[in-house]
Structures are given as C-alpha cells and as structure tokens.
C-alpha cells in the first residue's frame, strides 16, 4: 500500500462543503395523477441470488409502497434496475427473471409481466401490451454498455418508452448513471417514497439534528473512510471510532494494541483528523477497554484488557465492558445517532455482544423517543438483521456506497438532478 498523508487529508477536507442541493425543489409522486400514464419507475434489485431464486427479499419490500400507490393510481408501472455487474455481456446468473416472479409473489393480484430486454423493439412490444394497473420488469439494465456510460442515446431509447420518470433508487443514486441521471434530462422526474425517505431521514441526521448528536464510525481501514471521518468531525457532538480504525487511532497516540489490525502509513491522517476534530469541538470517542483473543474465530478463547495492555500475541475483536458501560451512558445523552459499522467482529461468537448490546439499547430509546438513531452500510444493516433490532431503529437506509458518499459530504447525482427539475417536457 502506498504511504497515507496528510495532503491525502487536504483533498478529502477540500471535497467537502459543496453543499446540498434544495431537496424543497424535489417533486414526489404525492398527489401526482398517473392514470393512464406509462411510469418509468427505477429501483434497486440488486437483490442476493443463489441457484437463480432470490434468497433475501428486503430491496423489492421496500420499494413495495411506491408500486402500489403508482398501480392503485392507475398507472402502467414499468421497472427498471440493474443485477449485479454483467459489464454488457448476458448471463443466466443476472437476468431478472427470478426477481420479476419474486416481486409478483409478494404483489398478489397484480400482473407482473417479465420482458426480456429493456430497450428496443422487444421492450416496445411488451410496454404496449400493458394495461394500467399492471406492471412490467424490464431486463438488466447493465446488459448495455450506455447504461453505466451514461450514454444520452441509450437514455433516450429508455426514455421512449414511458410518459413519467420515478426514481426509487436511493442505493443507486451516487452513480451517473443513464437510468438514474441521464433520463432525467428527457421525462418530468419524481422521486418514490423510498427514495425521498432516505434523503429526508439523511438530511435529518446530518444537516439538521436534534442535538447532541453522535456518529458510531466502524470498519477495518482508516484509508477507506478518510472522507466519511473528515465529514463528521464537522457535523457530530461525538465521534465513535470501533474496529480497526479505532486500532490506528490508538497506534498514533502511542498506545499498544497488540497483534490488531492497524494502518502505520495513515497515522499523518489521523493526527489531521484529531486536530479537526478538536478545532470543530467534536469529541473523538475511543475504547477504554477490548475483548481481545489471538486469532479471529467462533469460540476463541478470550480475555479482556485495558487500553495499552494489550498483550502482542493478541488482537482487539469487540469493545470490553467499561467501554460498553461507558457509551450506553452517552447514549442517554445524546438525541440523534447516526451509525456506520459494527463495534466488533459480531459475525464471530462471542464478538458481537458489544455491536448487539448497543444496538439494543439505541432501540430501547427509540421507542421511548428520546433518540433518533439512524443507520446504513452493509456490515451495520447485517448486523442488526442478525440481532432482529432493525424495528427499532428511526431508519435503516437500504443503500451501501450511496450512504457512505452522504456521510463524505459528496451530492449524489441522481439526488442532484432531481432537485434540478430539469425534464418538464416530454422530448
């Protein structure tokens, strides 16, 4: 790995602050008279497939809302979404077949029709054959190369079979492209349900929070997350850092962590992002103590130790009882919680207790609304789908590299052109 500086910092620091756009300017599909309209809804199924049947179902339920008020207003919904990374060859392995039989499974009552190209005279027919109240998934969107260049042609092609343009793709919505960015400059463009709750729960947790406000900052390297971290010393009351970032960050103060995972070359990032931290009055929250053992496993034996003892055969894996103790008793505190990766291996027993125990009490003061804990990213929505908390949560965003690019600071293009409002006429 290349070395870790602080210009490295600098560049992070300097993407930030751009500004939001005017998420007031956003139309959504409240109100709006779809009858007799052909809507181009763009979703997520970007669902986990195995043996061509979809085996997690959270994508499409989510997005269920949306689908029904379009189809109980009458409208010909047709859905557009890409399946995993076919780089415009097809495979058996990405079609959307499956997922259309899943998504007319959980809508009883409702014709789904599956067509097996998304653009072109194959696409036409199907669209044609539609009548309102029925709804049709198109193929993979990423069987053609113009749909992650953003080819303005193949937006068109898109483009033409519809009269409306909904986007209902939140996870979706940090890259430009043709489905989420390119059409908009071609329909009258709407936001789904899904899609306007993930940004107001976002803006909520970010932009205006109820105060104090706390961030739960976890994951393996500091170099992955140097943007979100530069962020939310800007944004949070309180910055708690877990896992191996939490490892470099004791590293750069000279503290001993053993055998843990651990970035030497980021320490000049760190010391960058401490001093920020300090001139933004935003508290850098560290463990006191760790559940340690010498290799990562289910059933390892384990000890805990304090701060600076831990022994160099062992690895940090969890946080220890005093610093679990320590942040339920912020939790008590604080009144929004936005979180970003686990506490600890929690997908190794007995490694989760501290990522499951503080799951569990920010739901308990949730649902007595004292807090609003939001979360997002892939380890953190599996870990608390493991620990069956997600109920109680404020929100759970579906998105993985959309939340973290909110949590940078960076404007998402799809959001942005939504608020741009720039397809008013049908051409």
């Known amino acids: 790995m290349n070395d870790i500086d602080a210009s490295t910092f600098v560049c992070a620091a300097n993407m930030n602050g751009g500004g939001k756009p005017d998420f007031s300017r956003i139309r959504t599909i409240d109100g709006l008279n779809v009858r007799g309209k052909r809507v181009l809804l763009r979703v997520d199924f970007n669902v986990p497939m195995q043996d061509g049947a979809v085996t997690d179902t959270t994508r499409i339920t989510r997005v269920l809302p949306t689908i029904k008020q379009l189809v109980n207003g009458g409208a010909e919904v047709i859905v557009l979404t890409h ?18 039989s899943k998504l007319e499974e959980l809508m009883p009552g409702t014709p789904v029709h599956f067509i097996k190209d998304c653009v072109g005279d194959e696409a036409k027919r199907g669209v044609a054959a539609l009548k309102p109240g029925e709804v049709a998934v198109l193929e993979n969107l990423r069987y053609h190369s113009g749909e992650e260049k953003n080819d303005m042609v193949f937006a068109g092609a898109l483009a033409e079979l519809g009269d409306l343009y ?14 989420v960015e390119g059409i908009t400059h071609l329909l009258p463009s709407y936001a789904g349900l899904l899609m306007m709750a993930e940004i107001k729960a976002l803006d909520r947790a970010l932009e205006h929070p109820a105060r104090p406000v706390m961030a739960i900052a976890g994951g393996a390297k500091v170099s992955t997350k140097i943007q979100v ?20 960050f004791l590293y750069a103060q000279g503290v001993e962590i053993g055998k843990s995972l651990c970035q030497p070359d980021a320490v000049p990032v760190v010391k960058a992002i401490m001093a920020r931290a300090r001139e933004h009055n935003c508290e850098i929250v560290l463990p006191h103590d760790f559940v340690v053992a010498k290799e990562l496993r289910a059933g390892a034996e384990w000890h805990v130790c304090e701060a600076g003892n831990i022994p160099p ?18 939790f008590a505190d604080i009144r929004t919680l936005v979180w970003n990766g686990p506490v600890g291996a929690f997908e190794f027993e007995p490694f989760g207790k501290g990522t499951y125990e503080l799951m569990r009490e920010a739901g308990r003061l949730v649902q007595q609304s004292s807090l609003t ?29 959309a939340f ?12 942005a052109a939504l608020a741009e409002n720039r397809g008013l006429v049908k051409r």
């Open 404 to 415: 973290l690019e909110w949590l940078e600071g960076k404007t998402l293009p799809a959001v």
């Open 83 to 100: 399946l995993g990374r076919p780089k415009g060859q097809r495979s058996g392995d990405t079609s959307l077949a499956p997922v259309a």
């Open 313 to 330: 055969d062992q690895m940090i894996l969890d946080i220890g009882p005093k610093s679990l103790a320590d942040l339920k008793r912020r």
């Open 229 to 248: 971290l530069t962020n939310l010393t800007e944004r949070m009351d309180q910055l708690v850092l877990a896992g191996g970032m939490a490892s470099t």
């Open 373 to 401: 804990a939001i979360a997002g990213g892939g380890d953190t929505v599996a870990a608390l789908n493991a620990a069956g908390f997600g109920g109680d949560f404020s929100y759970v965003s579906t998105a993985g590299g």
């Open 166 to 179: 909904v986007d209902d793709a939140f996870s979706s919505s940090h890259r430009a492209h043709a489905s």
